[in-house]
């Protein structure tokens, strides 16, 4: 289990970049009660309320996404929106693990919250959200195997 960014304090709408990880596998074959959390890479760009989603099969999830989220608030009260670059994690990297953000091509110009975030074989999935002022209806698939 990963927890990956939030907010530290709602009064000040501070993002957090930060990641760690729970093997809850080995927590239960340990059966020690010890709960043991792990720091992972920490995210390129702090932020909370955004979508996550692993991708691979489900023994095989190699890479977690990252997309879109407020990243804090301007000073008129608005949310300060992540920009539209998606972030990759490779969970199985033996060296060195980093997220790696990347654009794709012809990815829509929408840095947004509030979405459903999916997968499917080689494509990631964006289905609505919201970018502070104008909810969207609209959906993107985003090729990433092919980036």
């Known amino acids: 289990m990963l927890v990956i960014g939030g907010l530290k ?5 501070k993002a957090l ?17 010890e709960d043991v959390w792990v720091d992972m890479p920490s995210l390129n760009r702090p ?3 955004f979508g996550a989603v692993r991708f691979g099969d489900e023994i095989n999830t190699q890479f977690v996404y990252v997309f ?10 608005h949310p300060l929106l992540a920009d539209i670059a998606i972030e990759r994690l490779d969970l199985y990297s033996k060296e060195n693990p980093k997220w790696e953000i990347f654009e794709i091509a012809n990815m829509p110009k929408l840095a947004a919250f509030g979405f459903s975030f999916d997968t499917d074989a ?26």
């Not at 304090?9 to 709408?13: K, L």
């Not at 970049?17 to 009660?33: A, G, H, K, R």
């Not at 080689?122 to 289905?127: C, M, Q, S, T």
């Open 9 to 13: 304090d709602p009064e000040e709408e």
């Open 17 to 33: 970049d930060s990641v760690v990880c729970l093997d809850l596998w080995e927590e239960i074959e340990e059966q020690d009660n």
């Open 47 to 49: 932020r909370h309320s």
């Open 68 to 77: 879109g989220g407020i990243q804090g608030r301007q000073k008129n009260f």
């Open 122 to 147: 080689e494509k990631l999935f964006i289905v609505g959200g919201t970018d502070g002022d104008i909810l969207h209806t609209e959906w993107w698939q985003v090729d990433i195997a092919n980036k």
